[in-house]
């Protein structure tokens, strides 16, 4: 049943994994439900994967994996009766992956033979309706970008905006059972009902953001979630499983996670601060945590995500070995750089604003780059290159003409034709349209829910 928005003396809220399609153990949500949860949440995807997923509208995960994980959250969800809460479907949140999971969720409760009302809320932005809060002053760029334009809002194939928990909360309300969210901020999936059910709000917060990522807050993030249960002066949190813990460290290095100050996190209504946290083992798996503040703002913000193509890339991968290659990489990387250039302008026609070139040395400083503090020859080299264009035959086209250097460039002052290897053959792969995140903007709103569509699929049917 949907829970009622009187005040209760605590809340359960059982988080499987931090990703839906990631996987997690039934027997792990099977010893949740013993502890007495009052909503499962768990986010369906993230923006850590780059702009392609948003920008192309489409999923990271496997439909396989979503399905399996969903057929046993639904049939827990049902038996316990309480609501299942997934947010950002679709990898991106945009309103195809909230379709596609819904899709799925209706398949396997076709199969599983439960009737569950769900409710698909959207995120996605009309570009329109942007330009004119952008007129009226009401959007404003987030570090590091600068103010945004018309023409960018124009470009993006896809733009979301990031819900909190407020249009979570209102279909509940409204009697869903399951909600499928577009994009929305990984602590509201798990905010929203303990803050229906009059939890406050510091507390609520910081709970949430520690149980976000699942078993991340544990000290084995392989042995699946965990479970918080809040109520009006702290809140607990322990794992699913049974052999794994949850000590006063591995809670706190938590919001060392994904978050610009160890302190403080906004969140579209306000700002946890937890600077005056404590944490304490209950046990030897269990921490307790008090002291989370929530200071509401004054002006409720949504952030908008955007993506929008930047070309088509066409990539290449080669391994050398050879020894004196490998001693002097980096000159024979901008050896190769040098040579290619001039051979792109006088094969294809091509000037450098045409194009865009990436050699990447992996087994060198591909991660770091010119920071990477190991300076020893690598004893073999990966090199990858990365070209982008504006239209595949140009990227694939380029791609070709660096082929017989990627095979046997030497050094300068080498008198012998070295031999490299190439990953695959053909050596050149297509990768297709490329995108870029855009829009790193915040927009000012009068109603919490005002961005976003809500879709109830039927009424009601007790299960």
């Known amino acids: 049943m949907p829970p009622s928005s009187d005040t209760a003396a605590r809340v359960g809220v059982l988080t499987p994994s931090g990703m839906l399609g990631a996987g ?67 990898t991106s949140g945009t309103d195809s992956g909230v379709d596609w999971v819904a899709e799925i ?14 409710a698909r809320i959207y995120s996605e ?32 194939t896809h733009i979301v905006g990031m819900m909190g928990h407020e249009p979570i909360a209102e279909a509940i309300r409204e009697g869903a059972q399951v909600i499928l969210a577009g994009r929305a901020t990984d602590t509201a999936l798990a905010a929203a009902v303990p803050l229906m059910l009059g939890m406050p709000a510091g507390p609520t917060w910081h709970a949430a953001k520690i149980v976000e990522c699942g078993g991340q807050a544990t000290t084995d993030p392989r042995l699946g979630g965990v479970f918080a249960t809040i109520d009006h002066d ?18 706190a290095a938590h919001m060392l996670y994904e978050t610009a ?33 929530f200071e509401t703002a004054e002006q409720h913000t949504i952030k908008l995500e955007g ?16 020894p004196r290659i490998t001693a002097g990489i980096e000159t024979w990387a901008s050896y190769l750089r040098t040579i290619l250039t ?57 791609a070709k003409v660096a082929n017989p250097l990627m095979l046997h460039l030497p050094l300068p002052d080498m008198a012998y034709l070295p031999s490299f290897a190439f990953a695959t053959s053909p050596a050149e792969m ?13 927009v000012d709103v009068d109603s919490p829910a005002g961005m976003f569509r809500t879709h109830h699929s039927r009424e009601v049917s007790h299960v």
């Open 125 to 156: 932005q009309d570009p329109g309706f942007l330009k004119e809060q952008l007129s009226a002053g009401r959007i404003r760029p987030l570090p590091p970008h600068g103010p945004l334009q018309p023409e960018t809002i124009e470009s993006c």
């Open 234 to 251: 702290g809140f607990v949190i322990e794992p699913l499983d049974p052999t794994n813990i949850c000590t006063p460290i591995s809670v």
């Open 261 to 293: 100050n160890p302190y403080r996190m906004r969140e579209p209504a306000g700002t946890l601060d937890v600077s005056d946290a404590t944490y304490t083992a209950v046990d030897e798996r269990r921490v307790r945590v008090e002291g989370s503040r």
């Open 430 to 442: 297509e990768r297709g349209a490329a995108y870029e995140f855009v829009l790193n903007h915040a």
């Open 342 to 398: 001039d051979r792109i302008q006088q094969t294809l026609g091509l000037s450098d604003d045409d194009y865009g070139l990436d050699i990447r040395l992996y087994g060198h400083n591909a991660i770091l780059g010119d920071i990477d503090p190991d300076a020893t020859p690598p004893r073999e080299v990966g090199v990858m290159l990365l070209v982008n264009a504006s239209t595949q035959n140009a990227a694939t086209a380029i």
């Open 24 to 90: 997690f153990t039934p027997e792990s949500i099977e010893r949740g439900l013993t502890l007495g949860p009052d909503v499962i949440a768990i986010d369906g995807g993230s923006t850590d994967s780059g702009p392609y997923y948003l920008g192309a509208g489409l999923a990271k995960t496997t439909a396989a994996a979503v399905r399996r994980d969903l057929r046993i959250l639904l049939k827990a969800a049902a038996t316990a009766r309480i609501p299942l809460i997934v947010g950002s479907c679709g």
């Open 105 to 118: 969720a209706e398949g396997v409760m076709a199969e599983e033979g439960l009737d569950l009302k769900v």
């Open 307 to 322: 993506a929008r193509v930047t070309g088509y890339e066409t990539v290449s991968f080669t391994g050398i070995r050879d």
